[in-house]
């Protein structure tokens, strides 16, 4: 398997509703990262995980909470988002160490209305 | 944050033609990655380079770490209409947290049949 997955493709949620965002990969990654992508843009990184703990926020609204449950599994828990918040939000995987490429998930596109 | 200097923005080109695009960095980095992203997915490797001047090819792709270490560039042989799409290079800073990537803001391909 040398995929990442991520549930849903795509999402609409109002600005007062709760949900989550998975993503799972089986290839025994141990950093993982969560991504949010605007249209013509290159990806931004919002956290890493490494071997199950949180290594980098990079100052991420508290609105995004990440949880690493797992090696094989990633969520983005979703609260009071903005309209701004609507973009494409990658998953990827990669081993640990600098000397690696990272495998994305085909993303969830959000929408916060 | 810091990003690579990626050029050209876009091309259009037509079907058979080469293609070159590169990126440049004030500072030296230990890892390049090209990636190519189709709309509505997530970026897929296309080549990874590791060592001052390594060429790697993959299939009509070639990649080259340039020897200051501050540069790489890709080229894409005899295009088709497939590789449209927008290919990105990222890349690890030797210094600092080289567990994040940097990013290139794209090159757009278009390829006229």
């Known amino acids: 398997d040398t995929e990442v997955t991520q549930t849903p493709k795509h999402l609409v949620m109002g600005m007062t509703n709760k949900k989550s965002l998975k993503c799972e990969q089986h290839?025994?990654?141990?950093?993982m990262y969560w991504y949010k992508q605007k249209a013509k843009k290159p990806p931004e990184l919002m956290f890493v995980?490494?071997?199950?703990?949180?290594?980098i926020n990079e100052s991420v609204p508290s609105r995004f909470s990440p949880e690493c449950p797992n090696s094989s599994l990633l969520n983005l828990h979703l609260h009071a988002l903005q309209p701004e918040d609507s973009a494409l939000y990658l998953c990827?995987?990669?081993?640990?160490?600098?000397?690696?490429?990272?495998?994305f998930g085909s993303g969830t596109r959000l929408t916060v209305v | 944050g810091q990003q690579l200097n990626q050029s050209p923005q876009s091309m259009f080109i037509q079907e058979g033609e080469d293609v070159s695009m590169n990126c440049t960095s004030s500072?030296?980095?230990?890892?390049w990655l090209w990636y190519k992203q189709d709309p509505g997915e997530g970026p897929v490797l296309l080549i990874a380079?590791?060592?001052a001047g390594e060429l790697t090819s993959n299939g009509r792709l070639t990649a080259q770490f340039g020897i200051t270490r501050k540069d790489s560039f890709l080229n894409i042989s005899a295009s088709i209409p497939s590789d449209v799409g927008i290919y990105f290079c990222?890349?690890?800073?030797?210094?600092?947290?080289?567990?994040?990537?940097?990013w290139g803001l794209g090159t757009s391909l278009a390829v006229n049949p």
């Open positions: 990827a995987s990669s081993q640990v160490g600098v000397k690696n490429g990272y495998t």
């Open positions: 290839m025994g990654h141990r950093a």
């Open positions: 995980y490494s071997y199950e703990k949180l290594s």
């Open positions: 500072s030296i980095f230990n890892t």
């Open positions: 380079l590791y060592k």
């Open positions: 990222a890349g690890r800073p030797n210094a600092g947290n080289n567990r994040k990537l940097i």
